[in-house]
């Protein structure tokens, strides 16, 4: 299994901006679809967005929808998620997620059994 770690999490205000990485390692990270997660306290962890290995086209959760972008770069091993206009409900533990599967039904990218390999999440927290 591939190894990640985010980084990029922070505190923000309402209307900021937000960048988070994951940077992926022991495995051949072209290879992998990757995706965002999020779980806020008392709330079950929820797809934000993916990206496939391959064409690498994405999908979105519908409270992220352009307001956020995910992005991979697979010379530096990386998958980022861009977070515009960043709202107090964005408040949240963020995961990244990976797996080897290719996705044939855009359905696939928001199940999280889905994933095999996870990161140890990065906090969000955007203030009013």
């Known amino acids: 299994q591939v190894q990640l770690v985010e980084s990029g999490g922070g505190l923000a205000q309402a209307g900021g901006s937000l960048r988070l990485s994951c940077a992926a390692s022991g495995g051949t990270f072209s290879r992998y679809t990757m995706a965002w997660f999020r779980q806020a306290p008392g709330k079950e962890r929820e797809f934000v967005a993916g990206?496939?290995?391959?064409?690498?086209?994405?999908y979105y959760a519908d409270s992220v929808k352009g307001r956020f972008t995910i992005s991979r770069d697979n010379a530096k091993n990386t998958v980022y998620l861009q977070m515009n206009s960043l709202k107090p409900e964005d408040t949240a533990v963020y995961y990244c997620?990976?797996?080897?599967?290719?996705?044939?039904?855009?359905?696939?990218?928001?199940?999280?059994?889905?994933?095999?390999?996870w990161g140890q999440g990065t906090q969000v927290t955007v203030s009013s």
């Open positions: 990206i496939s290995r391959g064409s690498g086209s994405t």
């Open positions: 997620a990976a797996t080897p599967r290719i996705f044939l039904r855009v359905q696939l990218f928001s199940r999280s059994n889905e994933y095999d390999s």
